[in-house]
């Protein structure tokens, strides 16, 4: 207890802290779901303010530093069992199954302080801006028609404006003397589909072809209903499995929390195609967990949370890599935060050369080097 009284204090206090999400329920019965924790500006003095998430409404409550480790303490020890703590100097995952005998962890910092003011009332310019009415999230329940997002679906809200912020980065490698030919694999209830037809044809004015692919029937058909109401005439929704779609190709591939190797055979067809976009957040890397034989690694294999965690980024680099090798510049990037899903790890990738190159030999090279150390053969291998 001891330290995690130290720790939750040292968070704090430091004044580098990014975010604190609070999480997995004692009870099932408990109403709230989570509790989020992050830093804001109020009259020029640094506060933090926490965010409790339940089923159908979220409040808040802004802390000084000592109200905030109380608090944090408090949850811990009380309705929560875990925490994922960001700050600029490292990553910390604190669990508490049993309270009295805490487990923290600490993992290289994966996110930097924030450059903007952290004012909790500011107001964010999003693509899509609040207040306005937009066709598609007024019927997919996200706004109402007064432009007013829900509370309950402001985060589906902001994932959709980051998304769109990603896509008008790689606005400028599309094609633009033709129609822009675009596949979502596992679009699911394609939000973020409806939102890229909306911004490549009514906000920048583009022809456009883009195909939804899902496996759920249900989905595909609410889905083309809501196109075929709106007009969307450029936006279609197939049934159908990503490793065994046929197409004569895309400019854009989009695979978002595909699950396991799903996302495999949509980089594999997608590189097939020589699109020159790829947008891929993976979910559900489990391939390697059984493949993964090291004997210098052996001793942190054997635990399988550590294990899990290994494997998860081992795939998604080998796949960055497999990428690189055929000619992509490709990034690393923060898609969606814990909040929303635990894979949040947005491969982005722009066809810039050739796989003859001597980048593109070298990334072959560093592939199959970590392929070999660590026993493995994935899915991307195919490719």
């Known amino acids: 207890m001891k330290r995690l009284e130290e720790t939750v204090g040292r968070v704090f206090k430091s004044g580098r802290l990014i975010k604190m ?24 003095e640094i506060s933090y303010q926490a965010e409790f998430a339940f089923e159908k409404k ?13 608090l944090a303490l408090k949850l811990l020890t009380g309705e929560f069992k875990q925490a994922d703590v960001f700050t600029a100097d490292e990553d910390l995952h604190i669990l508490c199954s049993k309270p009295e005998k805490p487990h923290i962890s600490s993992s290289p910092a994966t996110r930097a302080m924030p450059t903007l003011e952290l004012s909790h009332n500011r107001k964010k310019n999003y693509v899509i801006p609040e207040g306005q009415p937009v066709d598609f999230l007024v019927r997919l329940g996200v706004m ?38 675009i596949i979502d694999f596992g679009c699911g209830k394609a ?7 909306h911004y490549l044809h009514d906000l920048k004015g583009r022809d456009v072809d883009i195909i939804g692919l899902d496996l759920k029937k249900d989905v595909i058909n609410f889905c083309s209903a809501v196109a075929k109401d709106l007009g969307y005439d450029g936006l279609r929704f197939m049934t159908g499995d990503i490793a065994d779609f046929k197409s004569e190709g895309a400019d854009m591939v989009v695979t978002l929390h595909a699950c396991d190797t799903a996302t495999d055979y949509a980089l594999i067809n997608a590189v097939s195609w020589n ?46 890599l497999k990428l690189e090798s055929k000619g992509y510049d490709v990034a690393m990037i923060e898609f969606t935060s814990l909040e929303h899903t635990a894979r949040n790890i947005m491969i982005k990738a722009v066809k810039s050369g050739s796989p003859n190159s001597a980048k593109s030999r070298k990334a072959l090279a560093e592939y199959q080097r970590l392929c070999e150390f660590y026993n493995v053969k994935p899915a991307i291998d195919k490719l």
Do not use: M, W
């Open 21 to 44: 999400i609070i999480s997995g329920k004692r009870r099932k019965s408990a109403e709230c779901r989570k509790v989020t924790i992050r830093p804001v500006q109020i009259k020029g």
């Open 191 to 197: 939000y973020l589909t409806f939102a890229l037809y």
């Open 58 to 70: 979220v409040t808040h409550e802004n802390l000084d530093a000592d109200g905030a480790v109380t």
């Open 144 to 181: 109402d028609e007064r432009g007013n997002v829900f509370q309950r679906s402001y985060s589906k809200f902001r994932q959709i404006n980051r998304y769109l912020e990603i896509a008008g980065d790689v606005y400028e490698y599309l094609p633009r003397d033709r129609t822009v030919r």
């Open 275 to 320: 699109s020159r976009v790829i947008l891929s957040v993976p979910c559900c890397q489990h391939e390697l967990f059984k493949q993964i034989k090291n004997d210098i690694h052996q001793p942190i294999l054997k635990y399988g949370i550590l294990r899990d965690r290994l494997t998860e980024y081992l795939t998604d680099g080998l796949r960055g």
